[in-house]
């Protein structure tokens, strides 16, 4: 009986393949919902070209489009180094505030105390704005691209902690009666039932701290820029804005956002495959 | 109401009364709990259940029937007086002859494992070898039908199978005393009968100890050999009632007069004791 349940549902899903197959490509229900944010784009950029080129405004006040896209051709090797500089800082952080916020949300979670006596600090940490204390640790840290990765951790680690945290902490308690009931050690439920449980947590911290770490390797770039040093995009939006070669400097803008929204992109296809389809998030 | 309805065990039934020879399983003496807003949850409780046994806790809501069952399962301590497992503390609980398990209200699986890893769970916690443990799991998934469901997730299935699935849970450790906390509360009536049926002939079968809390009268008639009447306010014991049915049940013993009979007994002791304690609030309030 069961078999016939399966089989009905997999003779089901062929019948929507073939329907699909039939269907022509914009007139299938998913397609419009994927293009209409392309769409809006498109529209705006071409406003955008089209009111620069009919109100012929300068391109140090508003570049068009198509200026950005040809200084980006141009100034390529300049850009995509930076671009390349700035990866590495945002990645060596990304990697460095998971790596180091699990360790502190699983230490927060072992005792009360130690969660009572750390976590105002963590919130500290938060709040302070990473722009007022770069300059410190720009001095402090001799290595430009540790104080970097510095800065940008210390921006990107508070969601990694505060979500873990709180993902180890919200376990089904029938399912912590369970373990108790079979006599579980600690260890046991950290791995098979408190890490699980808050993995759909954790990748929420991801997407954020992805984010984050970009923008925090940007400031931290800014503000070493203004001292005179450095190689990331940061450094080359200073330039462009000194030398008022404001194409340029949108075309390193272009590259700071399409960088964040492919690091976004990458910890979202990561959560789908982590919670492999069981968490309704992911349904 | 301080006296309790004594009557002890029937020679029908698979158990035996307690004795010197035959110690109670399970024992509860003079329990309290109270919690610290002042909620009594259980007065002076006292109960012995004899191996074999298949014990209703039946009782309204906010009677203490979960918490007396949490007691059992040892996630939930008495304030006053003691339970005792095999005449032992609950330390003893879990080695061989002396394996518990518990259903709970909902089917807590895991929502990330699967069916088979789902059920698999305690002899995993148990560090039974994998390749024994598989082929216990199997054996458990055909015994509550869901041999065909083994590497599926449990939102897959429906609330009925995943019970069935908690069952099997519990029933892979061959668990000498199994505690169920009103298991198919949720689910509809004949999904819920079914379950009953199977269950109580799986007792049959295996022998085991069987505490189950419900607040159907219909459900503790069907299932068991006593049923314990629990009253609220504060959570105690009013009585309990053995169940004189034939071993083997199925739906003609629905609707037969001994069940029809025992249903009603029980459904006069609780509507008594719910208005006998309804007159003592009504003498608080005007005194």
Redesign the interface.
Known sequence: MTGDVLRAHSTRRAKTLRDTQRTPLLQRPGMAKAMAPWLVGVVFLAIWQGWCVLFKVPSYLVPAPSAILGQLIQDAPLLFGSLLETLKITLLAFALATVLGVIIALLFVQSPLIEASLFPYAILLQVTPVVAIAPLIIIWVKDMTAALVLCATLVALFPIISNTALGLRSVNPGLINLFRINHATRWQTLVRLRIPSALPYFFGGLRISSGLSLIGAVVAEFVAGTGGSGAGLAYQILQAGFQLNIPRLFAALLLITVTGVVLFGITVWVSRIGLRGWHDSQL | MDSTTQVSAQPDTLAAAPSRDNPPLLSVQRVDKRYPNGTIALEDVRLAIAPGEFVSLLGPSGCGKSTLL?MF???ETPTHGHVRWWGQPFETV?SPGRR???V???A?L????TVADNVR??L???RVPRREADARVAEALAGVGLA??ARV?P?ELSGGMQMRASLARALVTEPDLLLLDEPFGALDEFTRNRLDSDLRALWQRRGMTVVFVTHSIYEAVYLSSRVVVMQARPGRIIAEVPIDGPLERDDAYRVSTPFIQDCKTLSDLIVDAHRASHMNEDAEVQS
């Open positions: 949490k399962a040892g996630i879990g518990m398990s518990m709970f209200q909902e807590t895991m929502p990330w494992a769970l305690p995993d916690l148990a065909k469901f997730l939102r």
